[in-house]
């Protein structure tokens, strides 16, 4: 059974600071692999999605990797920003048409 | 282009009453799935659908049933309502149908069981 961890449950770190979320699945067969952001109350937005061939992502200021062998999947953000405060899901698919798993998700705060 | 829509955004129902829930996905947009997101259990699966089909179901309880109509959009409902019902309801819809594509999630529908 896949499951999906993520540590650290929070983080606060001052405005520009470089930080790194983590992401750890126990089935390394996956189909792809999905970081959202969610703000308190509200739903979920895509930031990045790696397909199960692709090492990584990039997207303005953050950069997801992907690593299937060893089950994990870091989240990097660069010089973060108040705005960047919010919880980080990451979410694995094993197979096409398959269910999504997520995790627990990582609380930000970014202290301006 | 319009998101994913849901209605309503905030409802308050007692126990043993039942719920529907609807989700209008962005157009185009095909495959629509269902979430429920509590405090303890985080974000869980409920079910897919795709072209009215649905083709795949979370471990949760008969209560809990959807549909899909040919214009995509998607219901779902909760019957005899618990406690435990109470969280927010999240839908997604995705561009290829293939529910592990990119996924665009609505607001999401915040029920509360009294």
């Known amino acids: 059974k896949q499951e999906v961890t993520q540590i650290p449950a929070a983080l606060s770190v001052p405005e520009g600071e470089n930080l790194v979320l983590n992401c750890s699945f126990t089935?390394?067969?996956?189909?792809?692999l999905q970081w959202f952001r969610q703000d308190p109350g509200k739903g979920l937005t895509s930031l990045l999605l790696?397909?199960?061939?692709?090492r990584e992502q990039t997207s303005g200021r953050l950069n997801a990797s992907l690593d299937k062998s060893s089950g994990r999947s870091t989240l990097y953000i660069a010089a973060s920003q108040p705005g960047d405060s919010a919880t980080y899901l990451c979410?694995?698919?094993?197979?096409?048409?398959?269910?999504?798993?997520f995790g627990p998700g990582t609380s930000l705060s970014v202290i301006p | 282009k319009a998101g994913v829509t849901q209605t309503p955004r905030y409802l308050i129902k007692t126990r043993g009453q039942q719920v529907t829930l609807s989700c209008s996905p962005i157009?185009?947009?095909?495959?629509v799935s269902w979430y429920q997101q509590t405090p303890g259990q985080g974000l869980q699966f409920l079910f897919e659908?795709?072209?009215?089909?649905?083709?795949n179901k979370g471990n949760f309880p008969g209560r809990f049933s959807g549909r899909q109509f040919s214009n995509s959009r998607s219901e779902m409902n909760v019957s005899t309502l618990e406690l435990g019902d109470s969280a927010l309801y999240l839908c997604?819809?995705?561009?290829?149908?293939?529910?592990?594509?990119?996924?665009?999630f609505g607001e999401g529908s915040r029920l509360t069981v009294l």
């Open positions: 997604a819809s995705s561009l290829t149908g293939d529910p592990t594509g990119e996924l665009f």
């Open positions: 089935d390394s067969a996956i189909y792809n």
């Open positions: 790696i397909q199960s061939s692709q």
């Open positions: 979410a694995v698919s094993e197979t096409s048409y398959d269910k999504v798993i």
């Open positions: 157009s185009g947009h095909r495959s």
């Open positions: 659908y795709f072209s009215e089909t649905q083709r």
